[in-house]
């Protein structure tokens, strides 16, 4: 599993890629995040990928999204100044786990 402090270093070496990521996804799709996926077999931080979500996206994306604090961020973030960053990994029994970020861009 990829720690919190892992994800902070995570966001903080790639801030500027992340964050026009974030910028290009809402340009195009309207609100959304950026997801970050954790490989099970590899945590290694490093070798995550991520890209942009809509938020529509994430309500299929994750069955308890709806009513989330992941939720009320997307919906309450200002895009001109910051991102929403969300590291997605499946737990040992299957589950989709979630840990959300918002970034001062």
């Not at 890629?17 to 195009?28: D, H, K, Q, S």
């Not at 604090?69 to 989709?96: C, D, H, L, Q």
Request: proline residues 3%.
């Amino acid at each position: 599993m990829i720690s919190h402090l892992e994800q902070v270093e995570f966001i903080r070496r790639n801030a500027p890629a992340v964050t026009a990521c974030a910028r290009e996804g809402y340009r195009t799709s309207g609100r959304g995040l950026v997801r970050v996926l954790c490989n099970q077999d590899n945590e290694n931080a490093e070798q995550a990928t991520y890209d942009f979500l809509p938020e529509i996206g994430v309500s299929k994306l994750l069955a308890r999204w709806y009513g989330t604090k992941a939720a009320r961020m997307v919906s309450g973030y200002n895009p001109r100044a910051e991102a929403i960053v969300i590291f997605v990994r499946k737990s040992e029994t299957g589950e989709t786990l979630f840990d959300t970020h918002c970034v001062k861009t």
